[in-house]
Structures are given as structure tokens and as C-alpha cells.
């Protein structure tokens, strides 16, 4: 796709740096599977430590990762509450009912947020005919709503219900850092509430492969063995955790521009003709764009950014999804702007 000049598809785009390459070739490297990798071992050290967990395990992606916890929490036949939304429902190919034969309760959120009534309603009681809840999933930020926050009250609220009634709690924080950047609240705070974490480095950190999964001792021990059944068991893979490690020391305190960039393109795409922004929405590093124009729909307006050079992916028939990252420049958000502005000059 060599004409794609302004790339908004997705953080996950992002090249390693040219510091991030130095880091990942001067690696110590063992073999990981067992458990011999001082790169990986000191960064899901780093990991624990940044989160407040026990231990932690470096894993290929953000989708193994939720679906080894999914897979640790739950017995098959069980029910997993989650946002209707999520990416574990949406975009993991059905991956929880083929790898640990669980079903999906899905609730409508506010903004991806749950409310704590519903979540109380779908808990099901004891009775033969009802599956039993073994799970709740939270996503912050939330991706298919625009890059939300979940605002920590809320998370307290379900924290509390969920260990009332004995349910696990599993985060889905590929950007959790995100939240982080634009709260001020610390990582440890978010994920004191949780029974495990996933945290993705290959979002906006900006490193090119990887995501931790992190929890007790005894739920990291069972992880490992099921990445190992999974496919994800690797070998001299310190290279990569060194671009991860990069990143925490390099690219958190950065994420900051992303913003700050998204909220660049979302005032100026606001007011355009045949367009719309909720901007409660726009709290993170993405942008959903409404497209309600006389002459295009969502999925026809990102084929014309496309040939202009400017790549955002229709999320549905309505919406565009722009995201920034380490990769795009506040100049490079103005020329969207402006290409933007001229193909849709008359609505
Ligand atoms: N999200 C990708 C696509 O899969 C949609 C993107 O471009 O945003 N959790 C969340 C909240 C995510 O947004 C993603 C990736 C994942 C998990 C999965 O991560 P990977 O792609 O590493 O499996």
C-alpha cells in the first residue's frame, strides 16, 4: 500500500523506530519457553510492577492474550458479560466459543460503559435451565467506542458486584496507557480492580509485536501453559520484548501528542459539510466520523481518502475510524484536514 501517505487505519500501523531497532538488536535473548529469556523475563517483571500484579507473561498478541484469560476463568458452557461493542466479542473471529466454548452476554454501554444495573441483571442466578456467569470483560480504553474512558467509579462499582458474587473480572487494557496518559490516573489504580490484564505494546507504544498478560502467580502459571497450547510458546523472542521495553521508557508520556492530534483533526472535521463528531467521544487517540453526505457514505468516503493518500477504515455504514499514533505528524493531521474538506466541499 506504498500510496498511503497518512496512514489513520490503526496505532497498530506503527514502525519501530530507529531507537527501538538499536534496542531490540543489542537483546539478550535465551529460549523463552524455558523461561530463559532475560529480555522477556525483565520486562514481565516491568510489567508487574507498572500494573501492581503478582507476575506477568509476555505474549505474540492482544487476542491470545484475552483469550488465555478467557480461557483460565471460565469452564465451558459458561456465560461471559462483556459491552456489545468489545473487541473479545467483535473482532477476535468467535475465537472465545472455538477455544473455551464459552457464550457471549453481551450489554449495550454507554460510550463502551457498562452500567452497573444491567450488569447486576445479567448476572444469572443459581437454576438448571440458566448458564452460569464465569466471567466479566471490561475495555479501556474502549476502541469500538471511540477510544473511551472507563471512568474508574464505575469499574469500582462492578469490581465490588463481581466480588460479591464471586465473578472474575478481566481487563482488556490493550490501551490501558492511553486512559493513563489522559487521566493522570496511575495504571496500578485501573487494575487494582481486576482478576487479570491484557496491555498491548503494539497499539500505540509503538513497538511491533506483543501484549502482556498479567495476574496472580498461580493464573500466570496456568497462562503459560496455554500459550504453549495456543501456538504462542517462543523461543529466542527477547528481540521483541526489547522493543517493548523500549517503549515503556520511550513512548507512554508521548501518547499525549496522539491526543492531542486526534483532538486537532476532530475540530476541524467537525464542522464540515455532510459530517459529524460526537466530541465526548474524542478522549483518546481516535476519531469516529459520522458520515451523513449527500454524495458519500462511510465506505465510499474512505475509498476517496484513499486515493488522496489519507487511509481510515469504515468501522460500519455510517462511520470512518481515524486513529493517531507515533507515526503521524500534526502537519500530516492539517493535509487530512484539507483533503478531507476538499472532497466534501458540497454536501
Ligand atoms: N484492535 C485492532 C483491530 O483488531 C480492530 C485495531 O486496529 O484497533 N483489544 C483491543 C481493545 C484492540 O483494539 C485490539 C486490536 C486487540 C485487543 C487485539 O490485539 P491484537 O491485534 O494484537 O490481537
Same mark, same amino acid.
Given at each position: 500500500?506504498? /500510496?498511503?501517505?497518512?496512514?489513520?487505519?490503526?496505532?497498530?500501523?506503527?514502525?519501530?523506530?530507529?531507537?527501538?531497532?538499536?534496542?531490540?538488536?543489542?537483546?539478550?535473548?535465551?529460549?523463552?519457553?524455558?523461561?530463559?529469556?532475560?529480555?522477556?523475563? !525483565?520486562?514481565?517483571?516491568?510489567?508487574?510492577?507498572?500494573?501492581?500484579?503478582?507476575?506477568?507473561?509476555?505474549?505474540?498478541?492482544?487476542?491470545?492474550?484475552?483469550?488465555?484469560?478467557?480461557?483460565? /476463568?471460565?469452564?465451558?458452557?459458561? @456465560?461471559?458479560?462483556? @459491552?456489545?461493542?468489545?473487541?473479545? $466479542?467483535?473482532?477476535?473471529?468467535?475465537?472465545?466459543?472455538?477455544?473455551?466454548?464459552?457464550?457471549?452476554?453481551?450489554?449495550?454501554?454507554?460510550?463502551?460503559?457498562?452500567?452497573?444495573?444491567?450488569?447486576?441483571?445479567?448476572?444469572?442466578?443459581?437454576?438448571?435451565?440458566?448458564?452460569?456467569?464465569?466471567?466479566? #470483560?471490561?475495555?479501556?480504553?474502549?476502541?469500538?467506542?471511540?477510544?473511551?474512558?472507563?471512568?474508574?467509579?464505575?469499574?469500582?462499582?462492578?469490581?465490588?458486584?463481581?466480588?460479591?458474587?464471586?465473578?472474575?473480572?478481566?481487563?482488556?487494557?490493550?490501551?490501558?496507557?492511553?486512559?493513563?496518559?489522559?487521566?493522570?490516573?496511575?495504571?496500578?489504580?485501573?487494575?487494582?480492580?481486576?482478576?487479570?490484564?491484557?496491555? #498491548? $505494546?503494539?497499539?500505540?507504544?509503538?513497538?511491533?509485536?506483543?501484549?502482556?498478560? &498479567?495476574?496472580?502467580? @498461580? $493464573?500466570? /502459571?496456568?497462562?503459560?501453559?496455554?500459550?504453549?497450547?495456543?501456538?504462542?510458546?517462543?523461543?529466542?523472542?527477547?528481540?521483541?520484548?526489547?522493543?517493548?521495553?523500549?517503549?515503556?521508557?520511550?513512548?507512554?508520556?508521548?501518547?499525549?501528542?496522539?491526543? @492531542?492530534?486526534?483532538?486537532?483533526?476532530?475540530?476541524?472535521?467537525?464542522?464540515?459539510?455532510?459530517?459529524?463528531?460526537?466530541?465526548?467521544?474524542?478522549?483518546?487517540?481516535?476519531?469516529?466520523?459520522?458520515?451523513? /453526505?449527500?454524495? !458519500?457514505?462511510?465506505?465510499?468516503?474512505?475509498?476517496?481518502?484513499?486515493?488522496?493518500?489519507?487511509?481510515?477504515?469504515?468501522?460500519?455504514?455510517?462511520?470512518?475510524?481515524?486513529?493517531?499514533?507515533?507515526?503521524?505528524?500534526?502537519?500530516?493531521?492539517? &493535509?487530512?484536514?484539507?483533503? $478531507?474538506?476538499?472532497?466534501?466541499?458540497?454536501?
Amino acid at each position: 500500500m506504498n /500510496h498511503i501517505r497518512i496512514d489513520l487505519r490503526s496505532d497498530t500501523v506503527t514502525r519501530p523506530s530507529r531507537g527501538m531497532r538499536d534496542a531490540m538488536m543489542r537483546a539478550d535473548v535465551g529460549d523463552d519457553v524455558y523461561g530463559e529469556d532475560p529480555t522477556v523475563n !525483565f520486562l514481565q517483571e516491568r510489567v508487574s510492577e507498572l500494573l501492581g500484579k503478582d507476575d506477568a507473561l509476555y505474549v505474540p498478541s492482544g487476542t491470545m492474550s484475552n483469550q488465555i484469560a478467557i480461557k483460565i /476463568h471460565t469452564q465451558p458452557g459458561q @456465560e461471559v458479560i462483556c @459491552e456489545e461493542n468489545c473487541h473479545i $466479542f467483535n473482532y477476535e473471529a468467535g475465537a472465545s466459543a472455538f477455544l473455551s466454548r464459552v457464550q457471549m452476554h453481551t450489554l449495550r454501554g454507554n460510550y463502551g460503559v457498562l452500567n452497573i444495573d444491567d450488569v447486576k441483571n445479567a448476572i444469572r442466578a443459581e437454576n438448571v435451565h440458566l448458564p452460569p456467569t464465569g466471567l466479566i #470483560c471490561i475495555e479501556n480504553t474502549h476502541n469500538r467506542a471511540g477510544g473511551t474512558i472507563y471512568p474508574l467509579e464505575n469499574i469500582a462499582e462492578i469490581a465490588k458486584l463481581a466480588a460479591q458474587k464471586g465473578i472474575p473480572l478481566h481487563l482488556d487494557g490493550a490501551r490501558l496507557m492511553n486512559a493513563v496518559v489522559a487521566t493522570g490516573i496511575p495504571a496500578r489504580e485501573w487494575t487494582g480492580y481486576f482478576d487479570s490484564v491484557s496491555l #498491548c $505494546f503494539s497499539k500505540g507504544l509503538g513497538a511491533p509485536i506483543g501484549s502482556v498478560l &498479567s495476574g496472580t502467580k @498461580e $493464573f500466570i /502459571h496456568k497462562a503459560r501453559k496455554y500459550r504453549k497450547i495456543f501456538g504462542g510458546g517462543m523461543r529466542q523472542v527477547g528481540i521483541l520484548a526489547a522493543a517493548c521495553l523500549y517503549a515503556l521508557d520511550n513512548n507512554i508520556k508521548r501518547l499525549a501528542d496522539d491526543h @492531542e492530534n486526534a483532538c486537532l483533526l476532530a475540530e476541524n472535521l467537525k464542522n464540515l459539510p455532510g459530517l459529524f463528531i460526537d466530541m465526548k467521544q474524542v478522549q483518546t487517540n481516535m476519531v469516529m466520523i459520522h458520515v451523513r /453526505h449527500s454524495k !458519500f457514505n462511510s465506505v465510499t468516503l474512505s475509498q476517496a481518502l484513499l486515493q488522496q493518500g489519507v487511509a481510515a477504515n469504515a468501522v460500519d455504514a455510517e462511520r470512518i475510524r481515524a486513529v493517531t499514533h507515533l507515526d503521524i505528524t500534526k502537519d500530516q493531521i492539517l &493535509s487530512a484536514v484539507e483533503i $478531507f474538506r476538499d472532497l466534501i466541499k458540497d454536501a
